[in-house]
């Protein structure tokens, strides 16, 4: 099993620019979440989904949507970037049940300029 | 309001020093806790989780402890290779309850 796969590993935009993170996972999980990590903070969730066709808003939303199309896959959308997106974003999963631990890919370093 | 608070921010040892990792946490009903281990560039990778207070867990050098308001992460005879940033983070109860983070502890093992 890859467990959570993320792509693009890095990438730089434009103030304004567009672009889709997309999350993969391969062990059936239900849940999947979208955090982002910053200097001297910790992991903050953007959003989440409790399954297929499922979304909903985490700590820090703003600027920011999210589809569950297939249950294997989680896209992060951003619509028009800002600098103050710049961090490394992780997407997680998890079963339904228990245990509920989370499992992270391996994150997506992104740049605004 | 979930609050996670880890310290030291960063820690610095000798190989064969055994230290501890804390973290103290708010929470209303603790649902779990979890202790994971990042490495640079990479993403968090799980070790632990605790329930309830009292319960500890084991693997290899690490040892998680938990009490009604804190975790413990007990390194005994630590190693280079320990070297990272450990994450604690909590879990609430309630349905899709999600995890709070604390911003974690750098570790530093010199040979």
């Known amino acids: 099993n890859a467990g959570v796969t993320q792509t693009p590993k890095f990438r730089v935009l434009k103030t304004g620019q567009s672009m889709t993170l997309l999350c993969a996972q391969d062990?059936?999980?239900?849940?999947m979440y979208w955090y982002r990590q910053d200097p001297g903070m910790g992991l903050r969730l953007i959003h989440y989904?409790?399954?297929?066709?499922?979304?909903a808003k985490g700590e820090v939303p703003d600027g920011y949507n999210v589809s569950r199309l297939k249950k294997q896959n989680f896209l992060l959308g951003l619509e028009s970037a800002a600098p103050s997106q710049t961090s490394v974003y992780f997407c997680?999963?998890?079963?339904?049940?228990?245990?509920?631990?989370?499992?992270f890919g391996p994150g997506t370093r992104l740049l605004v300029l | 309001e979930d609050q996670v608070t880890q310290s030291p921010e960063a820690l610095r040892l000798q190989e064969g020093e055994s230290s501890s990792l804390n973290c103290s946490y708010t929470?209303?009903?603790?649902?779990?806790l979890f202790w994971y281990r990042q490495d640079p560039g990479k993403g968090p990778e799980f070790l632990f989780t605790l329930y309830s207070a009292g319960e500890e867990k084991e693997k290899e050098r690490l040892k998680a402890t938990l009490t009604k308001k804190e975790s413990f992460l007990h390194i005994t005879a630590p190693k280079p290779e320990d070297s990272a940033t450990y994450l604690c983070a909590v879990q609430a109860p309630g349905a899709n309850s999600k995890l709070t983070f604390g911003k974690g502890i750098t570790l530093s093992v010199r040979p």
């Open positions: 062990m059936n999980h239900e849940y």
């Open positions: 997680a999963s998890r079963l339904a049940g228990a245990p509920e631990t989370q499992y």
């Open positions: 989904s409790v399954g297929e066709g499922t979304t």
């Open positions: 929470v209303s009903g603790l649902r779990g």
